[in-house]
């Protein structure tokens, strides 16, 4: 299901960018991908520190767990989410806008070059 609302929403983006010059849709997609990256990195950063923080204070975090930490959200009291998991899914909301930015880019590319 989120994987159909994820290309439903690609499409989107590429018909709203279709309205812009390619110029226009070629720099601006850049400057949001290159932007929400920015943000999406330090959401990610802050995540990954809270959860550190609420883990170790409880001597929970085990070995490589920032590989997948993830797997560690079923782990977290309530208060412990509402401390790490803002920063997280700011962190995939940035990410979103990210890959808006790189269909603007591409719509763009696409319409100069093709």
């Known amino acids: 299901m989120?994987?159909?609302?994820?290309?439903?929403?690609?499409?989107v983006a590429l018909l709203a960018t279709a309205a812009l010059?390619?110029?226009t849709a070629i720099r601006g997609g850049l400057f949001v991908a290159v932007g929400f990256l920015l943000i999406g990195s330090l959401a990610g950063?802050?995540?990954h520190l809270r959860l550190h923080q609420v883990l170790s204070a409880r001597?929970?975090?085990?070995?490589?767990?920032?590989?997948?930490p993830t797997k560690l959200h079923?782990?977290?009291?309530?208060a412990e989410r509402e401390q790490a998991l803002p920063a997280?899914?700011?962190g995939a909301?940035?990410?979103g806008v990210c890959v808006l930015g790189c269909v603007s880019m591409v719509s763009g590319l696409a319409r100069v070059f093709l």
């Open 74 to 78: 079923k782990e977290l009291s309530d």
């Open 21 to 23: 010059e390619p110029a």
């Open 59 to 68: 001597d929970a975090l085990p070995p490589r767990w920032w590989i997948d």
């Open 88 to 90: 997280f899914y700011a």
């Open 2 to 11: 989120r994987e159909s609302l994820l290309v439903v929403v690609a499409i």
């Open 45 to 47: 950063g802050l995540y």
């Open 93 to 95: 909301a940035a990410f």
